[in-house]
């Protein structure tokens, strides 16, 4: 079986909303300290809802199609659910990692996490 799904190699050679947004509401940067791997989600909001999001990372191939999947799944999303995004989900929507792969998909939901309480922090 291949290591990664069809569409982690997706996301990983052609990644969704990569990119930085001037003037964002939420910026969020978490790290792996382990890997040194790093990611930067930056939100738009509006009414509660993510109106745009792109982010920025330096790290593995997991960890960019992590990315580049959860800026999908929470955009147009109210902010409680993308609050409620979880790597798992983010991992399954990507078919799958592998396991010793999972903690990639971790920085997903923190970065989008950090962003969050940075928006909520600044209003
Ligand atoms: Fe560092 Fe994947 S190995 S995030």
């Known amino acids: 079986m291949a290591l990664y799904s069809e569409k982690v190699m997706d996301h990983f050679m052609n990644p969704r909303n990569v990119g930085v947004i001037e003037n964002a509401d939420g910026v969020g940067e978490v790290g792996n300290a382990k890997c040194g791997d790093i990611m930067k989600m930056y939100l738009k909001i509006d009414d509660d809802v993510i109106t745009d999001v792109k982010f920025e990372t330096f ?65």
Do not use: F, R, W
Not at 79 to 98: F, I, Q
């Open 59 to 123: 790290g593995c191939a997991s960890a960019i199609a992590s990315s580049s999947m959860a800026t999908e799944l929470i955009k147009g999303k109210k902010l409680e659910d993308a609050m409620s995004l979880t790597n798992k989900a983010v991992a399954e929507a990507l078919d799958g990692l592998p396991d010793y792969k999972m903690h990639c998909s971790v920085l997903a939901e923190e970065a989008i996490q950090a962003a969050i309480d940075d928006y909520k922090s600044k209003k």
